[in-house]
């Protein structure tokens, strides 16, 4: 059967990309197709005008569709909708439902043998999380903080787990936004004055490159592997004091908790820094998920995932080290 074709006894079932462009107001056929040219002159200006017909937009959506469209098609749709797969966004059956607010909230999924905490008492209770967040076949993670410290002792082990064969998901995308350490920062700071310490933040961001860069390496080694079939890894800055930490797992767990801000001193080069500074390891991280049935865990996912994407898309920028 050809390749976006039907078959006669299809169960037409609406898939997530319904939902996903109705987010986006793009659920029209001349607004994605609009919207389709600007992503797809960005990848390969070729690819402007490929985008499907009516009648094939319409089986898109619909659920019609047997299997993923062509893989130019997946690119753009990749592309448009950062943070979801291809295999994701046509996942039958999935399609978000309307909640009581408005705004589109995902489907609850079956429960997972994890407590249903409410709260992660320290950011590094947050491991098994992660960990489980590796059993699916497409893993997605978000991350907004710091320096990503936290995120790398917590993503390494089932990274390893991915090397040695325990863990085999398809794909696997890694995407962190950390603070510009290369521009005054109004945090941390000098205890003094309140005063930017460029010292204080080329060490920090010595700190948030070690993390970061590791994070990068290993996902780059797996693919490099062919342990994963698609796995990327991307950093980007941005200027936008970081108060608190976010972690998106599956498009479907948020864990968030705001900074404390401590006095310490710090010697740098053999001089003593007073600053108030983040403390990433006494974080409490509040748990928010689709899968207990709360239409409030539901709605604080949804809108934290498409925060992170505003983000993202708007005023960060590529991390050149």
Known sequence: MPQGQASEDTVMEPVRLKAVLRQK?????????????????????????????RAQFHRWLSGELKGLPYPHHCRVLEKMCPGWTADQLFDPGSAETESSAGEASPMVPAAMALPETAIASSPISIRPYVEKAFDREHVVIDFFGFSGETLHGVIQEPLDKIRAGQLKPRSLTVRMLVPDTSAPMAVPCSSEDLSDDPEFRQRAGRI??????????????????????????????????????????????????????????????????????????????????????????????????????????????????
Not at 32 to 53: H, M, N
């Open 208 to 321: 948030m490159l070690r993390h970061g860069q590791a994070i990068l390496d290993s996902i780059e080694e797996l693919s490099d592997l062919g342990m994963v079939e698609n796995a990327r890894a991307e950093i980007r800055v941005h200027g936008v004091p970081p108060l608190f930490k976010l972690y998106v797992l599956n498009n479907e767990e948020a864990f968030f908790g705001f900074y404390p801000i401590r006095h310490h001193e710090v010697k740098i080069k053999g001089t003593t820094h007073p600053v108030y500074d983040l403390m990433g390891k006494e974080a409490s991280l509040f748990r928010y998920t689709t899968r207990d049935g709360s239409p409030v865990g539901a709605q604080y996912v949804t809108q934290a995932r498409q925060w992170f994407t505003t983000v993202w898309e708007t005023i960060s920028r590529e991390f050149t080290g």
């Open 25 to 53: 107001h793009l659920q029209t056929h001349s607004t994605f197709c609009r919207e389709y040219d600007r992503v797809a002159r960005k990848i390969d200006p070729q690819l402007v005008g490929t985008w499907p017909s």
